[in-house]
Nanobody, 127 residues
């Protein structure tokens, strides 16, 4: 199982970014894909989860309405669209995979449920 996050960068507050998670070594439909955010000097926190097989999808409350997770099975890629970026969105974003039965609260929120991690992509929101 391999994952590679990309698409981060320096963005002004209010801007948008689309992060990509390229996957390989497994069938995307058989796994849930999660996104986590680690702000400077803070713990890694859940952002969103998507499981294609049953269509389950979840977001933590703090990002609802601004973050959108999606997938392109033909490209084996999962995306995280981030709109209306805020300075507190700054940090490293990681994508992760697990053979989760569905995107429950626990998978969306807790890094310990996820065994496979890619390297992160840095997002900096600053004027």
């Amino acid at each position: 199982v391999q994952l590679q996050a990309s698409g981060g960068g320096l963005v002004q507050p209010g801007g948008s970014l689309r992060l990509s998670c390229a996957t390989s070594g497994f069938t995307l439909d058989d796994y849930a894909i999660g996104w986590f955010h680690q702000a400077p000097e803070k713990e890694r926190e859940g952002v969103s989860c998507l499981r294609s097989a049953d269509g389950s999808l979840d977001y933590v409350d703090s990002v609802k309405g601004r973050f959108t997770i999606s997938r392109d099975n033909a490209k084996n890629t999962v995306y995280l669209q981030i709109d209306s970026l805020k300075p507190e969105d700054t940090g490293v974003y990681y994508c992760t995979a697990a053979q989760a039965p569905h995107c429950s609260y626990y998978y969306t929120h807790y890094a310990s449920f996820w065994p496979f991690w890619g390297q992160g992509t840095q997002v900096t929101v600053s004027s």
